[in-house]
């Protein structure tokens, strides 16, 4: 415990009040924030015969989002199929909620695979892991796409100034949501040197907003020479 001018600091383990009084406090500023008032709990459950029970799914929605918080199925029920019954029927009700988009974390020595099978996309990992694994983010649409969409792959060169690079593009992909793009994953290779983003546009007229957006010729034009070389490759799922 320490005290600065009246005021005093705890450090402990788990304090139940502390944590609903800051879910509260931040719900409402995040309502404030957006407009959006309607989180809600999503659960799902499985019993069997005596009301054991067998498999469940918690999580949230929010503001037209759906997320997972946890997947759990009885160790004798594995392989039987409750994983994929679960994600389903999370995923109608976020529907029926008026969900357009739901995602998850899942480590890697859990099922990042199990995920993919069932149509989710992985936006990127969190290295650091105990044990040398990593954590894998996974975006997945409630929607169907329609026909305008347009998914590219940039393939970034950072050149010789490899830290201006990264943080140009740091700044050039937070402009991707005012003209319906959004970041899907994103990587980097061992050395630092080159990126590879995929990135989702509602439509192609967003793209080409997006390349002759002012701010991102400003950006681009501070850096000059030094300014990332890139190459697009326009994409779609097979």
């Known amino acids: ?27 409402a500023f995040n309502n404030a924030a957006t407009g959006a008032d309607d989180e809600a709990g999503l659960s799902v459950r499985v019993v069997d015969a005596d009301g054991t029970l067998v498999a469940g799914l918690t999580g949230w929605t929010w503001g037209g989002r759906a997320g997972i918080n946890t997947v759990w199925v009885r160790d004798d029920q594995r392989r039987a199929g409750w994983g994929g019954r679960l994600l389903r029927a999370a995923e109608e009700e976020a529907r029926r ?24 996309s992985d936006t990127g990992i969190r290295d650091g892991i105990p044990g040398g694994h990593v954590d894998h ?8 796409e329609p026909a305008g969409v347009l998914r590219v792959v940039a393939l970034v060169d950072l050149g010789a100034e490899a830290d201006a690079g990264r943080r140009y593009e740091d700044a050039v992909l937070a402009l991707l949501g005012r003209h319906g793009g959004r970041l899907e994953r994103r990587l980097r290779t061992g050395d630092g040197g080159t990126e590879v983003h995929v990135i989702r546009f509602a439509a192609r007229a967003g793209y080409d907003a997006f390349l002759v957006d002012p701010e991102r010729a400003a950006l681009r034009a501070a850096l000059g020479d030094a300014a990332p070389r890139t190459e697009v490759l326009e994409v779609r799922d097979v």
């Open 1 to 27: 415990m320490t005290e600065h001018e009246g005021t005093t600091l705890h450090v402990g383990g788990d304090d139940p009040e502390l944590t609903a009084r800051i879910e509260r406090e931040l719900t």
């Open 97 to 120: 909620r008026g969900c357009t988009e739901i995602s998850v974390a899942s480590f890697s020595f859990q099922a990042p695979d199990f995920y993919r099978r069932h149509g989710y």
């Open 137 to 144: 983010q996974f975006w997945k649409s409630l929607v169907t």
